[in-house]
């Protein structure tokens, strides 16, 4: 695990450390395959990691690979905690309406994350998982 917690602020946050900024030790964060990635990349986040009964990171990302755009729900432990890491907890994806096998993938996949939504909005189907 990569215990630069200032580069890891840096690119996550595009900011400086500021304890103050982790309520409880924690700061949650968006981000997108391509950060999350990276992240992993730089050894910021464990591919076996996982919140609860989550899939691991190694899992969301193969989930994701045909999904460029999908966007991931995370936190990250201070550095001052023991249990310093990155973590994601939830996924979320737009797929077009007419894209039915992604759209019956997802639910199949994520439909027992401890929040699940399958919202059709205009043209395209806005879903997400997250676990508790």
Same mark, same amino acid.
């Given at each position: ?14 900011? =400086? ?5 982790? *309520? ?68 979320? *994806? ?20 401890? =929040?699940?939504? *399958? ?14």
């Amino acid at each position: 695990m990569n215990k630069d917690f200032k580069a890891r602020e840096r690119l996550i946050f595009n900011d =400086e450390y500021n304890a103050l900024n982790y *309520l409880g030790g924690i700061r949650r964060f968006k981000c997108s395959t391509d950060k999350l990635r990276t992240l992993y990349a730089e050894d910021f986040v464990e591919a076996n990691d996982r919140q609860n009964d989550s899939p691991s990171l190694e899992e969301f990302l193969e989930y994701v690979g045909d999904y460029p755009t999908a966007t991931f729900e995370c936190y990250a432990v201070c550095p001052e905690r023991e249990d310093y890491r990155v973590t994601v907890e939830g996924v979320n *994806l737009v797929i077009p309406e007419t894209d039915y096998d992604a759209v019956g993938y997802f639910a199949e996949t994520f439909h027992y994350a401890d =929040e699940f939504s *399958l919202e059709h909005v205009g043209h395209n189907y806005h879903m997400r998982a997250w676990w508790d």
